[in-house]
């Protein structure tokens, strides 16, 4: 069993950064992939950003490339995502997530989710 919570999100303007956190607990980060989605109102959950469990490679939804950035300290057993440049329709509630394979990460194959940590961007 492995817990997740979110933190760090919160209100910024456009054009501004956040970084949030993910602190896992019950089993080490190394063990999965990791990553986080989100989730706007009235839309559907969708991937943001996400490092293996193999070799950490990431990746990135189009939407978010080259201004979000996924990390992850197994050490600390935290990921965060480092998020730059936010614009108003980044605006949603982000989930952290693992799988404990690199198989299909998506949100219907997710084996653990935090409950997530609002990020709103104004215009």
């Known amino acids: 069993q492995v817990q997740l919570v979110e933190s760090g999100g919160g209100l910024v303007q456009a054009g501004g950064s956040l970084r949030l956190s993910c602190a896992a607990s019950g089993r080490t980060l190394s063990s999965y992939a990791m990553g986080w989605f989100r989730q706007a109102p009235g839309k559907e959950r969708e991937f943001v950003a996400h490092s293996r469990r193999s070799d950490g490679r990431t990746y990135y939804a189009d939407s978010v490339k080259g201004r979000f950035f996924i990390y992850r300290d197994n050490a600390k057993n935290t990921v965060s995502l480092q998020m730059n440049s936010l614009k108003p329709e980044d605006t949603a509630v982000y989930y952290c997530?693992?799988?404990?394979?690199?198989?299909?990460?998506?949100?219907?194959?997710?084996?653990?989710w935090g409950k997530g940590t609002l990020v709103t961007v104004s215009s």
């Open positions: 997530a693992s799988k404990s394979s690199d198989y299909e990460f998506k949100a219907d194959a997710m084996d653990y």
